[in-house]
């Protein structure tokens, strides 16, 4: 469910909101003044809705449509293809995903969500409160590159550009540009074709412009940071099992965990991953001290069936399961950093004949699916996780970037990498549902100028081409509601 603290924020701040304006337009003294100030603004409200329009822009939209007239009209040709295609392949992609999620909602167990192109986003819910700044950015900014492209085109097949404007509907923030809809009408259908599909056009460029952004973001961060080195600690969760004066801290650059290098964030997920699925790594411990050990053969059953021999309140001793010539069976409680710190990974016994002298390989003897992982972060001691692998993953954030000096920030290019991703993910979806044949996006007046430049000859009656239209526009409506309403339902209820 959407968390209760987010809905009173956005609740409240709307409230106040509406109750100023009701309170100014009321009042006999302020009236005038506070409507003249709105108007001269270019500001309307209404319920949950604040609207900006201006025509300052006017003159930056007309000379970026100016600007080289032949590669306009290729860029805008290009993007009139690709809204078209986008347009059909947009359909395939909600049926699909509307067939996955409708197959989650009939499984016992929500698997496979993650594989989902599209997915509904709630703030606080499905979206951490954390990144929400890089959320609404990348919004906004997915948002006027849509808006500019529709004005650039717009102007450059002679269509007059009013102004444009920028709004707020509930929490997200969106851009418009208003057209002069007479000049609108008397171009011909491509040429409409091209305004229309130039928005989802921008978006899909702005998608391919983040990604590439990301991929050089080492080589453009070269000379500031470095790569290759370790995954780079920037936050730990206070309290997580990866805290504390042994554990993991900011600065802090991991390089191996067990013996699974660590190159980077990537190889830290996919070390997790490997282990585990691996059977639990052993250590070779010298034979002489084992036999000191005096919890040799006094293990005794957990409850899920596992073994233990070292008492419930120590802090320090761990229990490990080993063979010998004589007995296959044998456990020991040690103390866990002493006997791990200089030891090597084994598997059997054979892993540990290496040395002159006598050892064998002892493994943790741990409840089901926890593992001992040896985290390598030089030049501090190693740290110890005793635990559920993921509760390691998500306990800490990490970067591959690697400052050179002293005083570059850590978390900038966290902060890059994020708000790329997040561009690459809105934009490419603002695109998708854009170019859906839907009443009221873009989608509805691509469909419309696209049936009127195709199907003039096959089908000369202009009612039965919009008849054909409404009946296309309304699966396409249909379609996307369902898509929002399930997905809305899938976050939200689950």
């Given at each position: 469910?959407?968390?209760?603290?987010?809905?009173?924020?956005?609740?409240?701040?709307?409230?106040?909101?509406?109750?100023?304006?009701?309170?100014?337009?009321?009042?006999?003294?302020?009236?005038?003044?506070?409507?003249?100030?709105?108007?001269?603004?270019g500001l309307s409200l209404s319920p949950f809705h604040i609207r900006w329009h201006t025509s300052l822009f006017n003159r930056l939209f007309a000379r970026c449509s100016h600007f080289?007239?032949?590669?306009?009209?290729?860029?805008?040709?290009?993007?009139?293809?690709?809204?078209?295609?986008?347009?059909?392949?947009?359909?395939?992609?909600?049926?699909?995903?509307?067939?996955?999620?409708?197959?989650?909602?009939?499984?016992?167990?929500?698997?496979?969500?993650?594989?989902?192109?599209?997915?509904?986003?709630?703030?606080?819910?499905?979206?951490?409160?954390?990144?929400?700044?890089?959320?609404?950015?990348?919004?906004?900014?997915?948002?006027?590159?849509?808006?500019?492209?529709?004005?650039?085109?717009?102007?450059?097949?002679?269509?007059r550009l009013n102004g444009f404007g920028m709004f707020m509907f509930v929490i997200y923030p969106g851009a418009f540009v208003d057209l002069f809809t007479t000049h609108l009408n008397?171009?011909?259908?491509?040429?409409?074709?091209?305004?229309?599909?130039?928005?989802?056009?921008?978006?899909?460029?702005?998608?391919?412009?983040?990604?590439?952004?990301?991929?050089?973001?080492?080589?453009?961060?070269?000379?500031?940071?470095?790569?290759?080195?370790?995954?780079?600690?920037?936050?730990?969760?206070?309290?997580?099992?990866?805290?504390?004066?042994?554990?993991?801290?900011?600065?802090?650059?991991?390089?191996?965990?067990?013996?699974?290098?660590?190159?980077?964030?990537?190889?830290?997920?996919?070390?997790?991953?490997?282990?585990?699925?691996?059977?639990?790594?052993?250590?070779?411990?010298?034979?002489?001290?084992?036999?000191?050990?005096?919890?040799?053969?006094?293990?005794?059953?957990?409850?899920?069936?596992?073994?233990?021999?070292?008492?419930?309140?120590?802090?320090?001793?761990?229990?490990?399961?080993?063979?010998?010539?004589?007995?296959?069976?044998?456990?020991?409680?040690?103390?866990?950093?002493?006997?791990?710190?200089?030891?090597?990974?084994?598997?059997?016994?054979?892993?540990?004949?290496?040395?002159?002298?006598?050892?064998?390989?002892?493994?943790?003897?741990?409840?089901?699916?926890?593992?001992?992982?040896?985290?390598?972060?030089?030049?501090?001691?190693?740290?110890?996780?005793?635990?559920?692998?993921?509760?390691?993953?998500?306990?800490?954030?990490?970067?591959?970037?690697?400052?050179?000096?002293?005083?570059?920030?850590?978390?900038?290019?966290?902060?890059?990498?994020?708000?790329?991703?997040?561009?690459?993910?809105?934009?490419?979806?603002?695109?998708?549902?854009?170019?859906?044949?839907?009443?009221?996006?873009?989608?509805?007046?691509?469909?419309?100028?696209?049936?009127?430049?195709?199907?003039?000859?096959?089908?000369?009656?202009?009612?039965?081409?919009?008849?054909?239209?409404?009946?296309?526009?309304?699966?396409?409506?249909?379609?996307?509601?369902?898509?929002?309403?399930?997905?809305?339902?899938?976050?939200?209820?689950?």
């Amino acid at each position: 469910m959407i968390p209760i603290p987010v809905v009173v924020c956005v609740m409240g701040g709307w409230c106040t909101v509406y109750l100023l304006d009701t309170a100014l337009r009321s009042s006999t003294s302020m009236k005038s003044s506070y409507e003249s100030w709105l108007t001269s603004n270019g500001l309307s409200l209404s319920p949950f809705h604040i609207r900006w329009h201006t025509s300052l822009f006017n003159r930056l939209f007309a000379r970026c449509s100016h600007f080289n007239p032949c590669f306009l009209y290729v860029w805008f040709s290009a993007g009139m293809v690709f809204g078209i295609v986008a347009m059909f392949g947009s359909v395939v992609l909600l049926g699909r995903t509307l067939m996955q999620t409708l197959a989650h909602m009939m499984a016992e167990t929500p698997e496979g969500t993650h594989e989902q192109v599209l997915q509904v986003v709630v703030p606080g819910v499905n979206l951490p409160v954390s990144q929400l700044a890089y959320f609404f950015i990348a919004i906004l900014v997915s948002g006027l590159i849509h808006e500019f492209g529709h004005g650039v085109a717009a102007l450059r097949e002679q269509v007059r550009l009013n102004g444009f404007g920028m709004f707020m509907f509930v929490i997200y923030p969106g851009a418009f540009v208003d057209l002069f809809t007479t000049h609108l009408n008397l171009i011909s259908p491509v040429q409409q074709l091209r305004i229309f599909c130039a928005g989802v056009w921008h978006n899909f460029m702005l998608c391919v412009a983040a990604v590439c952004f990301l991929l050089l973001l080492p080589f453009l961060l070269f000379p500031f940071y470095y790569t290759g080195a370790g995954a780079l600690i920037t936050e730990v969760v206070e309290g997580s099992p990866s805290s504390g004066p042994r554990g993991l801290f900011v600065g802090d650059l991991v390089t191996r965990m067990e013996d699974c290098s660590v190159k980077g964030v990537e190889d830290w997920h996919s070390c997790i991953q490997q282990l585990s699925h691996q059977p639990q790594s052993g250590y070779c411990v010298p034979t002489a001290t084992l036999q000191l050990s005096r919890a040799a053969g006094r293990a005794y059953k957990r409850l899920d069936g596992t073994m233990e021999c070292c008492s419930n309140s120590s802090m320090t001793d761990l229990c490990f399961a080993y063979s010998n010539n004589l007995e296959s069976r044998l456990f020991a409680c040690l103390p866990a950093r002493k006997t791990i710190e200089a030891s090597r990974t084994c598997r059997t016994n054979a892993d540990c004949q290496v040395d002159f002298s006598p050892s064998l390989c002892v493994i943790p003897s741990l409840e089901n699916q926890t593992r001992l992982i040896r985290v390598k972060h030089p030049p501090q001691a190693d740290m110890l996780f005793v635990g559920y692998p993921s509760h390691l993953q998500f306990s800490v954030s990490l970067t591959n970037f690697v400052p050179r000096l002293g005083f570059l920030h850590l978390d900038l290019p966290v902060m890059l990498e994020t708000l790329s991703k997040y561009l690459v993910s809105l934009s490419g979806a603002l695109a998708v549902v854009n170019a859906v044949p839907c009443f009221a996006l873009d989608g509805q007046w691509m469909l419309t100028a696209f049936l009127e430049a195709t199907l003039c000859s096959l089908i000369p009656e202009k009612s039965n081409r919009e008849l054909l239209g409404f009946f296309i526009l309304l699966g396409g409506s249909t379609l996307l509601a369902a898509n929002v309403a399930l997905g809305l339902w899938m976050v939200t209820a689950r």
